[in-house]
Every structure is written in C-alpha cells, then in structure tokens.
C-alpha cells in the first residue's frame, strides 16, 4: 500500500525559507538541488512511512527522521496519509517548535 505524502503550509514554508538560506550562502543551483532533494525525501515515505523514530513524548504521533543529518523531518502517519509537519535544518529546535504548536 502507497502512502500519500501531503506537505502542511508551515512545512513549505520552511522549505522555502531552507531555499533561500542556502542560496544566499551557496548559490541557486545548490540550494534548488538540496531542497528539492529534501521534498523527494519526504515523499519517499509514500513507500515505508513508520521509519524514523517515535517521538510521543514531544508530540502524539510524532516521527523524528533525518535527511543527510542535517535536516529533521518532522510527520504522524493517519489512515493513508504521512502528513510533513516540519522541515527543520541546522541544529534548529524542532521539539520546542512542535510542542508549542501541539498545545496551541
């Protein structure tokens, strides 16, 4: 069974925001190929959803996984859907992050 992979606003939002940070560090080229890399990621959890590592005591549902260690993925997995709750990268603090969302 397939997955269907769905993108939350805040998550695009972090990916663009991932974009422009490595454009401005690196150049264009580099920051397209990464993120884009990150999305392709994310939607290979369409095949094998429940890797990564459980994280209830941050958020209920939550799954930890990471992408060339640098970036965190953040996602629950519902009925047929893995639903991307964060794209975090650079040491950011994902579970302060997560938890306040899940309280608000």
């Known amino acids: 069974m397939n997955y269907t992979v769905v993108f939350s606003p805040e998550a695009e939002e972090q990916l663009v925001d991932l ?10 080229d580099v920051a397209a190929r990464y993120t884009e890399a990150v999305v392709s990621y994310c939607e290979s959890l369409c095949v094998f959803p429940l890797r990564g590592t459980m994280r ?32 975090f990268h650079g040491g950011q603090d994902y579970e302060t992050i997560l938890h306040d969302e899940a309280v608000h």
């Not at 422009?20 to 264009?28: K, L, T, V």
């Open 19 to 28: 974009y422009r940070y490595i454009a401005a560090a690196a150049s264009p």
């Open 56 to 87: 209830d005591d941050v958020r209920p549902g939550l799954r930890i996984t990471n992408y060339r260690k640098r970036t965190v993925i953040a996602f629950t997995v519902a009925d047929d859907r893995v639903y991307i709750l964060g794209v």
